[in-house]
């Protein structure tokens, strides 16, 4: 053991410290499969002992990279050989929750479930909600700037954050746990280190802004053969609904067939015979208006032609059951292992006009490749999994080349949510200018000169030649 592991372990405690087979055993991608390579995992149980190590690393130079849940999809969290994991996983504390300002304090390392329940538990709700909230964290959450099913009424965690606690790369201790909704007292920190990917500073707790529990859900699945109806059904529901629309995800054909008909488990609560099928789900005050209201604006249109077919859930079940079809990202991933994963944005009226494009060029160099898209619609946001049969570098850039010099031609942006980790780093130019990375380059020298934190993640490392 070095001495440096040695250091660290005095402060964390022998449990504090996995090496070896331990660290072998664990993994830094998603799904977890093993096979991490780092030197060692340190498990800190507070602010103070993640200070603690980042001043010691940082006067050796030693790189550290910070895991959260691992569900990232870029390759964020991957370490190398020489590298030290921080592993946030004993920082789960959650601070009672403030009933009266609607917020909750809590450490980095909590589950995205655990917030929900605290919330609920108190009568609130914390919105922001995707389908790795059982093992994603707060902390990666913030350093993702995640998403997912409900921005289009939320927003994404940026705009339910109110402060954050980070420890900076030579130790210094952030606390910028602001609680109010108004403060407008100079910059505002706590967007340093929303969405950096754990390149600026290791965020250890956060504030987060909690909202009224909805007294009323309603869901439905539609149907429908026309992308630009599917524009028009989004802009009418949403104005029917009076700003109530809470998620709005739409799965194209190939998906929704793949999920209910291969992986099968599901049901088929639509015939699997349209283009295109919508989850979409309304909350509000009020059970009984609120679902009037709801009715109403799905049975108009109908009447207008914009969708083709529509099954609403009936209980809390059905509701869960709709859920389960969008997000059995598991049995996707299962099916197209290993999957090539895309997470774009793009003005929507371009959408199927792009995915037609994609999806010829694909089959035309690989005519057994698979593709499935769905995606968060209301956000401007799709997901693209497909599998070309093969994983050699050479054949993912090539794929890689077709998505995004298509995505170019449209002026849409590479990573809507995932981040830019290893994985799309190359591409970053294709969303961002040269001034742009220029900046981002600055920030990283102010705040981390030797270059510790999750080096060549976003952007090239201090050691690596420019690419
Ligand atoms: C099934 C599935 C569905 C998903 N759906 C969505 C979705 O709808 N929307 C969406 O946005 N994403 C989605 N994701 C991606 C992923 O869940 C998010 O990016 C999530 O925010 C990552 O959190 P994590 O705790 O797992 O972070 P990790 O994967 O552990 O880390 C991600 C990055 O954040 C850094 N990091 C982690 N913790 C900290 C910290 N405390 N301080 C500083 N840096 C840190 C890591 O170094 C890494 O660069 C999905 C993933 C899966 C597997």
Redesign the pocket.
């Known amino acids: 053991m070095d001495n440096l592991i040695e250091d660290i372990e005095n402060i964390v405690g022998p449990g504090g410290v996995l090496l070896g087979a331990d660290v072998l055993g664990r993994s830094d991608f ?1 799904p977890p499969m093993g096979g991490c390579q780092a030197k060692a995992i340190v498990r800190p149980a507070s602010t103070g002992e993640v200070a603690k190590i980042l001043k010691l690393c940082h006067a050796a130079g030693q790189a550290v ?9 870029v390759g ?2 991957r370490a190398a050989q020489d590298e030290i994991v921080l592993s ?1 996983e004993r920082m789960k504390g959650i601070e009672p929750v403030d009933t009266v300002n609607r917020t909750v304090t809590v450490e ?1 390392g909590v589950p995205l479930q655990l917030v929900h329940e605290a919330a609920e538990d108190a009568g609130l709700l914390f919105p922001l909600d ?3 909230r059982g ?3 707060i ?6 700037n ?4 409900s921005v289009i009424r939320y927003g994404m965690i940026r705009d339910q954050l109110l402060g954050v606690e980070a420890v900076l790369a030579d130790g210094t201790v952030i606390s910028s746990l602001n609680t109010v909704i108004k403060n407008n007292t100079g910059y505002d920190l706590k967007q340093l ?1 929303i969405g950096s ?2 390149t600026l ?4 707790r956060a504030v987060l802004r909690l909202r009224p529990l909805p007294r009323s859900s309603n869901t439905a699945l539609v149907a429908t053969d026309d992308f630009d109806r599917l524009g028009r059904f989004l802009a009418d529901m949403d104005a029917a609904l009076g700003g109530t629309l809470s998620a709005f995800e739409v799965m194209w054909n190939d998906f929704y067939q793949l999920i209910v008909m291969e992986i099968g488990n599901h049901g088929q609560p639509l015939p699997p015979t349209h283009r295109f099928y919508v989850l979409l789900e309304s909350t509000g005050g009020h059970e009984k208006s609120d679902r009037a209201r709801f009715e109403d604006a799905l049975s108009e249109a109908l009447d207008a032609g914009l969708i083709a077919d529509a099954v609403i859930a009936q209980s809390k079940q059905q509701r869960a059951d709709l859920w389960a079809i969008r997000d059995d ?2 049995g996707l991933t299962k099916a197209f292992f290993p999957p090539l994963v895309f997470d774009i944005s793009l003005d929507i009226r371009q959408m199927d006009d792009y995915v037609d494009e994609v999806r010829a060029q694909l089959s035309a160099r690989w005519p057994d490749s698979r593709m499935v898209v769905f995606g968060h619609l209301g956000d401007g946001n799709i997901h693209l999994v497909l599998t070309v049969g093969s994983h050699e570098p050479g054949e993912v850039h090539a794929v890689e080349t077709i998505i995004y010099e298509a995505l170019g031609r449209r002026h849409g942006v590479i990573s809507a ?3 830019i ?1 290893l994985d799309k780093r190359a591409y970053l130019q294709h969303s961002r200018s040269s001034d742009e990375i220029a900046l981002m380059r600055t920030l990283k020298q102010a705040l981390d000169p030797k270059g510790i934190l ?1 080096p060549g ?1 976003i952007l090239t490392a201090q050691k690596e030649t420019t690419v």
Do not use: Q, R
Not at 67 to 72: E, M, N, Y
Not at 139 to 144: E, L, V, Y
């Open positions: 998603w990279v910070t895991h959260g849940g691992l569900t990232g999809l964020g969290a946030l980095a995707l389908g790795a093992s994603c964290t902390g990666g959450n913030i350093a993702t995640a998403g997912g099913n280190f990917e754990g500073g290791i965020v250890t990202i598991e949510e995932h981040g980790g999750n993640k």
